[in-house]
């Protein structure tokens, strides 16, 4: 129980600092991480002291309500905290209109990446099964030149090896993730171990989708001691399952 209570009372100000810092791509991985977690406690607590009932949800509330406090005093003005969330859905939406220019002006950044992808769903239809093998943008508008690649892993390799390479990136997230759950339903692995296992592999999925996590050095740590992680969870499930047939 108190692996489960310290896990939520640790996470929230964690999301807390990378809003603060600017990096939005890293923490909107984490928030989805945290509701994850959250949402998967009723389910995967083996017993009542492993979830997180009313008490536990009024906590997490009081910690959210703390953060934000914490985040205008990070960020110095209440205006700037709702414009960090506010200006890039308003630069998505003026995209979509195609007002392009006013976009870039409200939130560069957004357009920028939402043109990336873009590219790469033109790429992806090219070659639609095997994709164009490239892991990155041929040819890209003078503004895009700084780009090296889709800034996101997701559109990377659709783009790149088309519906079997995404089919192969869904088995290598769900294998895992179906094996950390059969391990908790049958008790075999604590609650709080499960719950952090899918939250972190949330987390990773969402930073897969928006960004290119493997191209930084701490993200790409996190990521292979995740997947050692979850290839434990495989091969443990695989081995009860040879043990309960034999």
């Not at 998967?40 to 492993?50: I, M």
């Not at 075999?188 to 296992?197: E, F, M, N, Y």
């Not at 996590?213 to 790409?220: F, K, S, V």
């Not at 081995?239 to 309960?244: D, G, M, P, V, Y």
Request: charged content about 5%; glycine content about 12%.
């Amino acid at each position: 129980t108190y692996q489960v209570a310290l896990a939520m009372v640790c996470i929230v100000p964690g999301v807390i600092i990378l809003m603060g810092s600017g990096f939005t791509t890293a923490w909107l991985a984490t928030l989805a991480g945290m509701l994850c977690f959250a949402l998967a406690c009723p389910v995967l607590g083996s017993y009542q002291g492993a979830r997180l009932g009313r008490l536990g949800m009024l906590v997490v509330l009081g910690l959210v309500v703390l953060g934000a406090g914490s985040l205008h005093l990070l960020r110095g003005d209440g205006a700037a905290v709702v414009a960090m969330i506010v200006e890039p859905l308003q630069a998505s939406g003026m995209l979509l209109r195609g007002e392009t220019d006013q976009a870039m002006a409200v939130h560069s950044g957004v357009v920028e990446r939402l043109t990336l992808w873009q590219q790469a769903f033109d790429a992806w239809q090219t070659n639609w099964l095997l994709g164009s093998g490239k892991l990155g943008p041929i040819e890209t508008a003078p503004s895009l030149a700084g780009y090296p690649n889709y800034y996101s892993l997701a559109a990377a390799v659709v783009a790149g090896l088309g519906l079997v390479g995404l089919v192969g990136f869904a088995v290598l997230m769900l294998v895992p993730a179906y094996a950390v759950v059969r391990l908790a339903l049958a008790r075999v692995w604590p609650s709080a171990w499960a719950l952090g296992v899918l939250s972190c592999g949330v987390t990773v999925l969402v930073m897969a989708l928006l960004a290119m996590p493997a191209q930084y050095p701490e993200a790409l740590a996190f990521m292979v001691l995740f997947m050692a992680t979850a290839q434990m969870a495989v091969i443990h499930a695989a081995w009860l399952k040879q043990r309960a047939g034999g």
